[in-house]
Nanobody, 116 residues
């Protein structure tokens, strides 16, 4: 089992920045990929960014160049640095961890609101 806890959400003005954090605990060694997803009101959950143990990183087209995913394996932390935020980035952001065996873990989410 893996437990995930997000933090760092809040209210920010358009053009501002936020850094989300995800603390992972439990069977961390079983994890193959860490990711951030988001779900806006009335929309489906979508992938924002993911980082494989190999170092491969993928970003959604809508955030590429503005968001950066990173990991600190010594602290079992995953981060999402979000710059140049837009109102369309408003959503609940979820941390996700997946093993090569099909196990899929989710945090409870943290709300990001981009508004003036």
């Amino acid at each position: 089992q893996v437990q995930l806890m997000e933090s760092g959400g809040g209210l920010v003005q358009p053009g501002g920045s936020l850094r989300l954090s995800c603390a992972a605990s439990g069977s961390i060694s079983s994890i193959m990929v860490m990711a951030w997803y988001r779900q806006a009101p009335g929309k489906e959950r979508e992938l924002v960014a993911r980082m494989y143990n190999s170092g491969t990183i993928n970003y959604a087209d809508s955030v590429r160049g503005r968001f950066t995913i990173s990991r600190d394996n010594t602290k079992n932390m995953v981060y999402l640095q979000m710059n140049s935020l837009k109102p369309d980035d408003t959503a609940v952001y979820y941390c996700n961890a997946r093993s090569p065996y099909g196990d899929n873990y989710w945090g409870k989410g943290t709300l990001v609101t981009v508004s003036s």
